[in-house]
């Protein structure tokens, strides 16, 4: 299973490079911003990144409030309003290559489309790898990667992993767990019903959390345009939703992530769009990929995750 989970996640970062670098090209100038307030956020108590002398930072690109250097993980919580809620929870763990996070469009906004109907949802800020101090510096840095993944984007031999395993981020996302288990009373969350959502990186620690953990009993797991390699599939694995688009880099016409759900014979349901591209997020004009929100939603109504 580690074996390929190493295939799954190097699919994950090359993807995402070379979506990343066809991106920068276009809009992808980097601002840097003041870090947001987060008043809700939960610091896990984790610990911090070996061989990290940087500090935290926030940029602005692709209009996105992004987040760097992250040594310090918490959890934000986004609790449906009590006349509304149905006890169902989603862990949201945003992307980012794991070495930024997209707070935005693939973190709080998403929370905020799921308290509003009526499902608590808790984002996951996890530590990442480290990368340079400064924001220029992190721009070279970035484009020199992205560069070197476009120029072996045909070479099919397995890579190594970038940054070493995902130890880091899965003891974050047990802990994030944990929170949430001490505190269900409280927040309203029913443990037989959580799940846990993921955006290209993010949908690669949903998977990890999925393959690999032993502390995280999720109820369902919903993937989105992250890698499609097969995997073996765990006992008692949780029904999943998947979604990705056809142009976007990550899937190379692939359904191996798929293949293994229904040969273990675990409830799936995959969504493949037209156009999209990697990193959607809740939607952009134009494009096939918009309603999966709302595909995602009624998958979990049918499943009765929603049923109070």
């Not at 072996?152 to 880091?168: I, Q, V, W, Y």
């Not at 502390?215 to 999943?240: D, S």
């Amino acid at each position: 299973m580690q074996r390929q989970f190493v295939r799954f996640f190097q699919s994950l970062v090359l993807g995402f490079c070379l979506v990343s670098s066809a991106g920068f090209s276009q809009d992808g100038k980097m601002y840097p911003i003041e870090a947001p307030k987060e008043p809700g956020a939960i610091p896990l108590g984790t610990g911090g990144v070996d061989d990290q002398p940087a500090k935290e930072s926030w940029f602005r690109q692709w209009g996105d409030p992004m987040a760097r250097n992250i040594s310090t993980a918490t959890l934000t919580p986004f609790l449906a309003d009590p006349k509304k809620a149905n006890g169902a929870s989603v862990i949201v763990a945003p992307g980012g290559g794991f070495m930024w996070l997209s707070m935005g469009n693939k973190g709080w906004e998403v929370a905020e489309a799921l308290a509003a109907r009526g499902i608590n949802a808790f984002v996951l800020k996890y530590r990442l790898q480290p990368t340079a101090d400064s924001l220029e510096a992190f721009e070279t840095q970035m484009t020199q990667r992205f560069a070197e993944a476009a120029k072996n984007s045909s070479d099919k031999t397995p890579r190594a992993r970038p940054g070493g395993n995902l130890e880091n981020q899965l003891e974050d996302a047990e802990a994030a767990y944990a929170l949430i288990e001490r505190r269900a009373k409280e927040w309203n969350v029913d443990m037989k019903k959580i799940g846990m959502m993921g955006f290209s990186a993010g949908a690669g620690l949903t998977m990890a959390t999925t393959l690999q953990s032993k502390k995280v009993k999720l109820a369902f797991i919903a993937p989105i345009y992250g890698g499609m390699n097969a995997v073996e599939v765990p006992k008692n694995a949780p029904p999943m939703f998947a979604a990705i688009a056809v142009d976007d880099f990550l899937f190379h016409g692939e359904f191996g992530l798929i293949k293994s759900w229904y040969d273990a014979k675990v409830p799936v349901e995959f969504h493949l769009y037209q156009n999209g591209g990697h990193g959607f997020g809740l939607g952009n004009p134009d494009r096939t990929s918009n309603k999966w929100f709302d595909a995602f939603m009624h998958w979990l109504d049918v499943n009765k995750f929603t049923t109070p």
